[in-house]
């Protein structure tokens, strides 16, 4: 029972996207899919499961979809909509007949429709999640601190305006394929940004959607080959996910990278990320994600902080910097050259980041350079710095976090200046 | 799909433009219309005059009045429109994209609803102006964006069909050139200038109350007439209409035929 649930819901986000090619419309689509799962649950259970139930999924639901059209058809006239769908399929089950109803871009077809730059960004998150990872509205809503209602409304503004702009079912034509594919790279991982930075509390639901983004990439991956920076997404995210279990300690606090338990790093994962990683850098001149999960690659490369190898990391985020220039990547490159040549150098390059007005509205700026100060033995000014990031902070873990660090400081301070307070 | 885009230009570009600047901007527009024409996607363009010529109509109780100027004041002006016919959305913006301002202020995009549309008079519009001694204005509808969203499909009926009257009685006059409904402002995609590139986005590219839902192009012998042919519209008691001299007009073929009914 548990293995025919996994089998139809495998074949379930195949069968909607080339129902959506089929019919032109994303609701009856999803209609004609629950439709066809419900059935299979009863029919392969009494009659097995077929030899490719994706076609079956999507057989079953163009017929149901058939049936629907054909009744509003009789009560509206709308005769022409029945036109294209018959043509569409086969008549009889004859299996490469029913196999060729599913085309493999298919699935990347709907990625490209559902990340499309003329929907909102909001939208295009929710509407990948909903119809290309298949996750419920509810689930959505709960990842993104959101009503369901808002996320509804946003599913049913994106499909309207899918349907009433006409933007086409398509794999972009090969001169805007990159802009595209740089496009829905950008949602999906803003979608494992969602669950990496929002780890605290809920950890199961952080890990389904976490679970969906890889899932989304490795879709990608297998559809648009050989593509270096897909290829580094994904290495980026395994990479990144590897960690997850060490990320908080047992009371949620947040663990940071130095001092995690590596055993609990997923080794699986890292021997994957890490390969893909080589097989990315091998493409050509690495992209802003091949040369991040580079960075994570580094990191997870050696069994304790201490050997970590900065100067390649520092070598790593210089190139970074050039491809995708970015005060959050001067930050992070301050960070590690701190680590090879000591907090003052690292304070140097924050100086100069001091410009940016976006950074100085950026938690991890202010905590990475209370950190440096800390080590720099500049305690007061660490504490300050401490104290910005703590208002800028908005998850409680991260926040229990700096005030205790706040608090350690303070008693530091105390201790060491003659004559403070009892 | 008929697409609409409309053009948005900075307060002043233009005027401050030298002669090989300004050649340069036709030849881009040239090139636009050679490339639309060859896919033949091109329905038409049009170059409004200075928002300072706009007079804006409104009837409030049954009385009409009248104001100077634009109906939407900002450093950005609705200064003109290209018509094209495109399979699907992207191919509508890759052609949008090449008008100059696409990359520099912005442009916008927006399905035109095709059940609402008005072909108007055969005469094609530089035939009514050269022949007629008539001049060419549009008349730009502006409606509240919540007002049109709690309108139920009768509601908006009403509103064509008291629109279809002015368009009526504009062709048996041998005024109408041409018209159209725009889709709702959901339905709309900007190209604006943002970092060093230009941008595909969501939404209209006005973020305002009030939003244009629709045209008309009228060929008359004063702007007093085609204020005339506004006071009648819907949009002038519920919203308003702007009325602004057309500098520069061109419809193509194949004409456009649109239902003049709404869909059932």
């Given at each position: 029972?548990?293995?025919?649930?996994?089998?139809?819901?495998?074949?379930?986000?195949?069968?909607?996207?080339?129902?959506?090619?089929?019919?032109?419309?994303f609701?009856?689509?999803e209609e004609?899919?629950?439709?066809?799962?419900?059935r299979?649950l009863?029919d392969?259970?009494?009659?097995?499961?077929?030899a490719?139930?994706?076609?079956?999924?999507?057989?079953t639901?163009r017929?149901?979809?058939?049936d629907?059209?054909r009744?509003k058809?009789m009560a509206?006239q709308?005769?022409?909509?029945?036109v294209?769908?018959?043509?569409?399929?086969p008549a009889h089950d004859d299996?490469d007949?029913?196999?060729?109803?599913?085309?493999?871009d298919?699935?990347?077809?709907l990625?490209?429709i559902?990340?499309?730059?003329?929907?909102?960004?909001?939208s295009?998150?929710a509407?990948?999640?909903?119809?290309?990872?298949?996750l419920?509205?509810?689930?959505?809503?709960?990842a993104y601190?959101?009503?369901?209602?808002?996320?509804?409304?946003r599913?049913?503004?994106a499909?309207?305006?899918i349907?009433?702009?006409?933007?086409?079912?398509q794999v972009?034509?090969p001169?805007q394929?990159?802009?595209r594919l740089?496009?829905?790279?950008?949602?999906?991982?803003?979608?494992?940004?969602?669950?990496?930075?929002t780890l605290?509390?809920?950890?199961?639901?952080?890990?389904?959607?976490?679970g969906?983004?890889?899932?989304?990439?490795r879709?990608?991956?297998r559809?648009?080959?050989?593509q270096a920076e897909?290829?580094?997404l994904?290495?980026l995210?395994?990479?990144?996910?590897?960690?997850?279990?060490a990320?908080?300690?047992?009371?949620?606090?947040?663990?940071?990278?130095?001092q995690q338990?590596?055993?609990?790093?997923?080794?699986k994962q890292i021997?994957?990320g890490?390969?893909?990683v080589e097989k990315?850098?091998r493409?050509?001149p690495?992209?802003?994600?091949g040369?991040q999960a580079?960075?994570?690659a580094?990191?997870?490369?050696?069994?304790?902080?201490?050997?970590t190898?900065w100067?390649?990391?520092?070598a790593l985020?210089e190139?970074?910097?050039?491809?995708?220039?970015n005060p959050?990547?001067?930050?992070?490159r301050?960070?590690?050259?701190?680590r090879?040549?000591?907090a003052a150098a690292?304070?140097?390059?924050?100086?100069?980041?001091?410009?940016h007005?976006?950074?100085l509205g950026?938690?991890?700026?202010?905590?990475?350079?209370?950190?440096?100060?800390?080590e720099?033995?500049?305690?007061?000014r660490?504490?300050?710095?401490?104290?910005q990031?703590?208002?800028l902070?908005?998850?409680?873990?991260e926040?229990?976090?700096m005030?205790?660090?706040?608090?350690?400081?303070?008693?530091?301070?105390?201790a060491?200046s003659?004559?403070?307070?009892? | 799909?008929?697409y609409m885009?409309?053009?948005?230009?900075?307060a002043?570009g233009?005027?401050?433009l030298s002669?090989?600047?300004?050649q340069?901007?036709l030849?881009?527009?040239?090139r636009l219309q050679?490339r639309?024409t060859?896919?033949?996607?091109?329905?038409?363009?049009?170059?409004?005059?200075?928002?300072?010529?706009?007079?804006?109509?409104?009837?409030?109780?049954?009385?009409?009045?009248?104001?100077?100027?634009?109906?939407?004041?900002?450093?950005?002006l609705?200064v003109?429109f290209y018509l094209?016919a495109?399979?699907?959305?992207?191919?509508?913006?890759?052609?949008?994209a090449?008008?100059?301002?696409?990359?520099?202020s912005?442009?916008?995009?927006?399905?035109?609803?095709?059940?609402?549309g008005h072909?108007g008079?055969?005469?094609?519009a530089?035939?009514?102006a050269?022949?007629?001694?008539?001049?060419?204005?549009?008349?730009?509808?502006?409606?509240?964006?919540?007002?049109?969203?709690?309108c139920?499909a009768s509601d908006?009926?009403?509103l064509v069909?008291?629109?279809?009257?002015?368009?009526?009685r504009a062709?048996?006059?041998g005024?109408y050139?041409?018209?159209?409904?725009l889709m709702?402002?959901?339905?709309?995609?900007?190209?604006q200038?943002?970092?060093?590139?230009?941008?595909i986005?969501d939404g209209p590219f006005?973020e305002?109350k009030?939003?244009?839902?629709?045209?008309h192009?009228?060929?008359?012998d004063?702007?007093?007439a085609a204020t005339?042919?506004?006071?009648?519209l819907?949009?002038?008691?519920?919203?308003?209409?702007?009325v602004?001299?057309?500098?520069?007009y061109?419809?193509?073929a194949?004409?456009?035929?649109?239902?003049?009914?709404?869909p059932s």
């Amino acid at each position: 029972m548990e293995q025919l649930g996994a089998v139809i819901k495998a074949a379930r986000a195949g069968a909607l996207a080339t129902l959506i090619r089929l019919l032109g419309d994303f609701d009856l689509a999803e209609e004609a899919v629950q439709e066809a799962t419900c059935r299979a649950l009863v029919d392969w259970r009494r009659n097995g499961v077929p030899a490719n139930p994706l076609a079956w999924l999507v057989q079953t639901g163009r017929r149901y979809a058939i049936d629907v059209l054909r009744h509003k058809a009789m009560a509206q006239q709308h005769q022409e909509a029945l036109v294209p769908l018959a043509a569409a399929g086969p008549a009889h089950d004859d299996d490469d007949a029913l196999n060729a109803l599913h085309l493999p871009d298919d699935q990347l077809r709907l990625m490209f429709i559902c990340c499309h730059p003329a929907l909102a960004q909001e939208s295009q998150v929710a509407l990948t999640l909903k119809t290309v990872a298949g996750l419920s509205v509810d689930e959505i809503a709960r990842a993104y601190l959101s009503a369901p209602k808002t996320i509804e409304q946003r599913l049913t503004r994106a499909k309207r305006k899918i349907r009433s702009a006409v933007i086409a079912y398509q794999v972009p034509a090969p001169e805007q394929l990159a802009g595209r594919l740089d496009a829905v790279m950008r949602v999906l991982y803003l979608i494992y940004n969602q669950a990496y930075t929002t780890l605290t509390g809920a950890a199961l639901l952080d890990s389904q959607l976490a679970g969906a983004a890889i899932y989304l990439v490795r879709v990608l991956n297998r559809l648009v080959r050989q593509q270096a920076e897909a290829q580094g997404l994904l290495a980026l995210m395994l990479l990144q996910h590897a960690r997850a279990a060490a990320r908080v300690d047992g009371d949620g606090m947040p663990v940071p990278l130095e001092q995690q338990d590596r055993a609990l790093w997923d080794a699986k994962q890292i021997a994957e990320g890490t390969a893909m990683v080589e097989k990315s850098l091998r493409q050509g001149p690495p992209g802003p994600y091949g040369l991040q999960a580079a960075i994570a690659a580094v990191h997870c490369r050696v069994a304790s902080a201490a050997e970590t190898d900065w100067g390649q990391i520092v070598a790593l985020y210089e190139l970074l910097e050039i491809v995708s220039p970015n005060p959050v990547v001067t930050l992070n490159r301050a960070v590690a050259v701190a680590r090879v040549q000591g907090a003052a150098a690292g304070l140097r390059i924050l100086d100069v980041l001091s410009d940016h007005k976006n950074l100085l509205g950026f938690q991890y700026y202010h905590s990475a350079r209370a950190g440096l100060l800390e080590e720099a033995g500049d305690y007061s000014r660490a504490v300050a710095a401490y104290r910005q990031a703590l208002s800028l902070c908005r998850n409680e873990a991260e926040g229990t976090y700096m005030n205790a660090r706040i608090e350690r400081l303070r008693r530091c301070m105390d201790a060491s200046s003659p004559g403070g307070p009892e | 799909m008929r697409y609409m885009t409309l053009i948005y230009e900075y307060a002043g570009g233009v005027e401050n433009l030298s002669e090989g600047q300004h050649q340069g901007l036709l030849e881009q527009h040239r090139r636009l219309q050679q490339r639309a024409t060859q896919e033949g996607a091109y329905l038409g363009a049009s170059e409004l005059k200075p928002a300072g010529a706009a007079v804006c109509v409104r009837v409030k109780n049954g009385v009409p009045s009248l104001s100077d100027g634009p109906f939407i004041e900002s450093k950005e002006l609705f200064v003109g429109f290209y018509l094209f016919a495109c399979p699907n959305l992207d191919a509508a913006l890759e052609l949008a994209a090449m008008i100059p301002t696409a990359s520099n202020s912005g442009v916008e995009v927006r399905p035109l609803d095709d059940a609402c549309g008005h072909a108007g008079s055969a005469r094609a519009a530089e035939t009514l102006a050269r022949d007629g001694g008539k001049s060419l204005f549009a008349l730009l509808n502006y409606l509240d964006e919540d007002f049109v969203a709690a309108c139920s499909a009768s509601d908006m009926q009403a509103l064509v069909d008291q629109s279809l009257s002015m368009v009526r009685r504009a062709e048996a006059a041998g005024d109408y050139v041409m018209g159209g409904k725009l889709m709702a402002p959901a339905t709309a995609t900007t190209i604006q200038h943002a970092a060093a590139s230009p941008q595909i986005v969501d939404g209209p590219f006005c973020e305002a109350k009030e939003v244009l839902l629709g045209f008309h192009v009228l060929a008359c012998d004063s702007i007093t007439a085609a204020t005339d042919y506004a006071k009648s519209l819907p949009e002038a008691g519920l919203g308003v209409v702007e009325v602004r001299p057309i500098n520069f007009y061109e419809q193509t073929a194949p004409r456009i035929e649109w239902n003049s009914s709404a869909p059932s």
